[in-house]
């Protein structure tokens, strides 16, 4: 055919023309019906921390989540084995020890009793160690797990597992999906608190409160009991209240227009979040301000106004979910009980770091119970896995007693919200090495707190990358015999 032929039928073919009919191309057209679907799609009055309604009726309606980062030693707070006890020293048996890796033991190591003595208390009955003397004064509060278990044995991977359903960084947190799921009763205040003590972050980090790929305004909020509440909530040097009132409503105009033209969820976010950090600037210094509380008030915690301490992050756990706010979480640095140093052996190290937590831990509870705040809160202590019932390896020789990281077994407690008091669940084998009844695995305990606020933990997700993403992931199973 004639080339100069070929190129003029070309220019007359229907896909050539609709291919060069600039704003009126089928291209164009379909892009402009997208734009005007995103737009009514778009919840621009929708407040996304405004109160919302959950699958079924909810015993919990706020969470406090005591997280004793470290992994605190089971065997001898809560789990008391007297076979152990009697091979004190004995070699490890093959059968639980050999092919398996431990974070700092190799070898054949030996068996370690514990050398706490254990006591029942409360009407149940519970048996616990001398180790926390203030929790046997809650012994009728307290719903203790024996039986859970994890996957990871390392610090990091473990803490993310048991807050975000995953070992690694990237999925949204337990308290996230609380208040994504629920939004918050105070809107002067941030849905999620995260509030951390000893002077060190958990080794998960920021994951442990962060939201990963829901919106970013149901992340937790950290906020310090010394200092300013939150960091850079301050007006800017030079910048009054009513300048800064100026500034956020330019801004939100502009982010509206890029939310109306876009449609993107995080534009709707970052408003919602510029106009609750200018209300957390009144908001928040008073409700931290623990001062203002009762001198036998701070005497019952510890607290002492003014410090960073876990005391004065649980007595500001309950003036924060006693203002509306959802989600608690407060993490406290010093559990890794290896025996490597005097702080952080069995005996004294113990006795030393459940002095300065059981005291305040014991107050909260009771203080919830006493404003009948207790039935609809949910309380939980825990770290993130066990110990081993043998000596670690590197302190084999030493005269301070330590265990290492173990994830088999472990215990955990809560308290209030849906769960009975008194009650125990679960044990594990004579030795301490495995479950022997009523394994809970973090999923199904990440179930049972989602059933607990409300949520059929199945049914709760979201969708990210053409996937609805939940926070059990594809396991889990609610633990009725918990729930009152």
């Known amino acids: 055919m004639n080339p100069v032929r070929h190129d003029q039928l070309q220019l007359t073919t229907r896909r050539t023309f609709l291919g060069n009919a600039g704003q009126f191309s089928l291209g164009a057209i379909a892009m402009h019906a997208l734009q005007q679907q995103g737009k009514a799609a778009l919840p621009q009055a929708e407040n996304p921390l405004a109160p919302r309604k959950s699958h079924h009726e909810a015993k919990a309606k706020r969470v406090i989540y005591l997280h004793m980062s470290g992994a605190p030693p089971h065997l001898d707070l ?21 092919g398996r890796r431990f974070a700092f033991t190799s070898g054949v190591p030996k068996l370690m009793g514990t050398p706490r003595t254990f ?11 001398d180790a926390c003397p203030n929790f046997h004064k809650i012994a009728d509060e307290m719903c203790l797990v024996r039986s859970m278990t994890t996957d990871q044995f390392n610090h990091a991977p473990a ?19 609380a208040t994504y799921g629920l939004g918050t009763e105070n809107q002067d205040l941030p849905g999620f608190v995260s509030l951390i003590s000893s ?11 962060g939201s990963g790929f829901i919106p970013s305004v149901y992340q937790g909020v950290q906020c310090r009991s010394k200092g300013d509440p939150v960091l850079f909530v301050s007006d800017p ?13 330019t801004l939100q105009a502009l982010n509206q227009q890029q939310a109306e033209e876009f449609g993107h969820p995080e534009t709707v976010t970052r408003i919602a979040q510029y106009e609750l950090a200018f209300r957390m600037q009144t908001s928040v210094p008073e409700v931290m301000d623990i001062s203002k509380e009762p001198q036998n008030v701070l005497e019952a915690y510890g607290a002492k106004p003014g410090e960073a301490s876990f005391a004065n992050n649980c007595l500001l756990a309950r003036r924060l979910v006693e203002k509306g706010v959802r989600f608690v979480n407060l993490f406290d640095w010093g559990w890794d009980f290896h025996g490597t140093s005097a702080d952080s052996g069995i005996t004294d190290g113990l ?37 081993t019932p043998f ?25 209030g919200g849906g769960v009975k008091g008194g009650f125990d669940y679960g044990s594990t084998d004579e030795l301490g090495f495995s479950v022997a009844e009523n394994k809970v695995h973090v999923h199904d305990f990440q179930a ?30 609610v633990v009725k015999e918990l729930l009152v």
């Open 237 to 249: 040097p030079g910048m009054n209240r009513d300048m800064r009132r100026k500034t956020l409503d």
């Open 119 to 129: 006591a029942r208390y409360g009407k149940g009955g519970l048996l616990m160690s």
């Open 78 to 98: 809560f789990d008391y084995k007297p076979e152990l006890v009697k091979r004190e020293g004995q070699d490890c048996p093959d059968s639980v020890h050999k």
């Open 199 to 209: 002077g060190t972050q958990p080794s998960g980090g920021q994951g442990c409160w």
């Open 391 to 415: 000596r670690e390896g590197r302190t084999a020789a030493s005269k301070i007693l330590g265990r290492d990281h173990y994830p088999d077994c472990f215990s955990i407690f809560m308290a």
């Open 351 to 387: 006795t030393k770091k459940m002095a300065a937590t059981d005291k305040p831990v014991s107050a909260l509870i009771k203080d919830l119970r006493q404003r009948g705040l207790l039935d609809d809160t949910l309380v939980i202590w825990g770290g993130e896995f066990g110990r």
């Open 159 to 177: 803490e993310l597992l048991l807050f975000t359903g995953h070992a690694r960084q990237g999925r949204p947190s337990m308290g996230s999906w």
């Open 448 to 477: 049972t707190v989602m059933h607990l606020l409300g949520f059929d933990h199945e049914r709760f997700t979201y969708r990210f990358q053409g996937r609805d993403y939940r926070l059990t992931d594809v396991h889990g199973h």
